[in-house]
């Protein structure tokens, strides 16, 4: 059967794309589309170089190899670390979806859509169900999920960087009331870690006597708790990194256990 490159690499695209995404889903972790469609493109190009050249006896050995190690660059690529988290998911999503595309195939075969040689519209049309089969369950079930998410965040002050888990809240809409800026929230014993000597163990009553690099960073953030109100105090980071990627917020410290985590992350911030 001839086997167009083109249409391969879409169908091959168009399942790794899935399965990556699943995989973000099921892990509660950041989906990132560029990342994905780019993991997504090395799957496909190693699948249409794997038939182009399938070889025979040691050759199909080193591609049986060279599959997982493309997988793992897969999941680098589309989630920027975290290989042994989803790897394992990554690859049992793409068997799932496989033995999916098998029972589709069979069922179009049998309703006379199979693949005739003269066009590619039921190869198309494989991938095309899957997809709307997979979103119509996740939009099904997404709003009934509870699941906590959570994330590493990199904030650095000063030269000196440290990596928090937090917990993601689509609840926390507090923002810096001049720039609007989302504010994360972080435990103080924390954050003691990586402040500038002057900023440490700060109160509204010592901002005055701040001196003007340190009093530039200070943000005063009104925050209303049940039955009261209180003034955070946060402050402007050199750098916030979620996941590998730079976001622009201001973090504020706040006496809390957060449920055993180092802080909260507004899901706004990380979506």
Not at 63 to 84: D, E, K, Q
Request: glycine content about 10%; overall charge positive.
């Amino acid at each position: 059967m001839e086997i167009f490159a083109d249409v391969l690499f879409v169908i091959n695209f168009s399942m790794d794309f899935l399965a990556l995404f699943l995989t973000g889903k099921i892990l509660s972790m950041p989906v990132r589309g560029k990342r994905l469609a780019a993991a997504s493109a090395l799957g496909a190009l190693c699948a249409v170089l794997r038939t182009a050249f399938p070889g025979n006896g040691g050759v199909r050995v080193v591609w049986a190899l060279g599959i997982i190690s493309v997988g793992a660059a897969m999941c680098l690529v589309a989630y920027n670390g975290r290989l042994f988290r989803t790897l394992p998911v990554f690859l049992a999503a793409n068997l799932a979806l496989g033995g999916l595309m098998s029972v589709l195939g069979r069922i179009l075969r049998v309703a006379g859509f199979g693949y005739t040689g003269s066009g590619s519209a039921s190869l198309f049309a494989f991938p095309a169900v899957v997809a709307g089969v997979v979103c119509v369950i996740y939009g099904r079930l997404r709003p009934r999920s509870t699941a906590l998410r959570e994330t590493d965040v990199s904030i650095t002050i000063d030269g000196r960087t440290k990596t928090f888990h937090m917990l993601v809240d689509s609840g926390n809409l507090l923002t810096e009331p001049l720039s609007g800026k989302a504010v994360i929230l972080v435990s103080p014993e924390k954050m003691a870690d990586i402040l500038p000597e002057p900023l440490k163990g700060l109160t509204v009553n010592n901002i005055p006597s701040l001196d003007s690099a340190s009093a530039r960073r200070i943000r005063l953030i009104p925050a209303k708790g049940i039955g009261n109100a209180e003034l955070l105090i946060g402050l402007v980071p050199d750098r916030i990194m979620i996941d590998g990627y730079e976001t622009d917020a201001v973090a504020a410290t706040a006496d809390s256990d957060f449920g055993g985590l180092d802080g909260i992350i507004p899901s706004s911030v990380v979506q």
